[in-house]
Nanobody
Framework: QLVESGGDSVQAGGSLRLSCEAS?????MGWFRQAPGKEREGVAS??????NYADSVKGRFTISRDSAKKTVFLQMNSLKPEDSGMYYC????????????????WGQGTQVTVS
């Protein structure tokens, strides 16, 4: 089961920390986002302590994992309006656009709005 939380409405330049309860998932985990009318895209991933980021968020977002709490986090700083969208976590490490049907499990998502 995947349960995302932490989304909110913030002003540009602000910060948010998203959480994903990922009970049962011990492999690669990623954060994805989807804005209205756009494809879902992977923005950050973590596997065995190694993290990767899409160019659009590099230097602003940080993905981390608390294995004991089975939670994956996404710290988002210096937020921009173009970061707005629904954010999802998933057991997938791809960055960039992904076919939603190519990932077996998605959570319900958490909404981030930057104005």
């Amino acid at each position: 089961q995947l349960v995302e939380s932490g989304g909110d409405s913030v002003q540009a330049g602000g910060s948010l920390r998203l959480s994903c309860e990922a009970s049962g998932y011990t492999g690669c985990m990623g954060w994805f986002r989807q804005a209205p009318g756009k494809e879902r895209e992977g923005v950050a991933s973590i596997y065995r302590g190694n993290s990767n980021y899409a160019d659009s968020v590099k230097g602003r977002f940080t993905i981390s994992r608390d294995s004991a709490k089975k939670t994956v986090f996404l710290q988002m700083n210096s937020l921009k309006p173009e970061d707005s969208g629904m954010y999802y976590c998933a057991p997938d490490c791809r960055l960039g656009a992904v076919n939603v049907n190519s990932v077996a499990y998605w959570g319900q998502g958490t909404q981030v709005t930057v104005s």
